[in-house]
């Protein structure tokens, strides 16, 4: 029975550490867009034009020819 008196003060200020962090949480934008990262890890990325400083095999091809060999 003696536990008791340390156990009950332990677990409220246990359950108000909780709840002082979640009110942190949810006043910094935590909760903010739950749904945005789930999507844009499906979105593609858009690919940056190579330029020929960068690529010096590239340097004697035609615009086609250069289509042809570019990653997709």
Do not use: C
């Not at 156990?7 to 359950?15: A, D, G, N, W």
């Not at 979105?43 to 340097?59: G, I």
Request: charged share 25%; no cysteine; aromatic share 6%.
């Amino acid at each position: 029975m003696d536990i008791l008196y340390l156990l009950i003060p332990l677990s409220l200020v246990f359950v108000a550490v909780i709840a002082v962090v979640f009110l942190w949480a949810v006043k910094s934008g935590q909760f903010e867009d739950m749904e945005g990262p789930a999507h844009r890890i499906l979105m593609d990325d858009e690919e940056l034009p190579r330029s020929k400083k960068q690529d010096p095999a590239s340097k004697n091809l035609s615009t086609e020819q250069q289509n042809d060999i570019s990653p997709r």
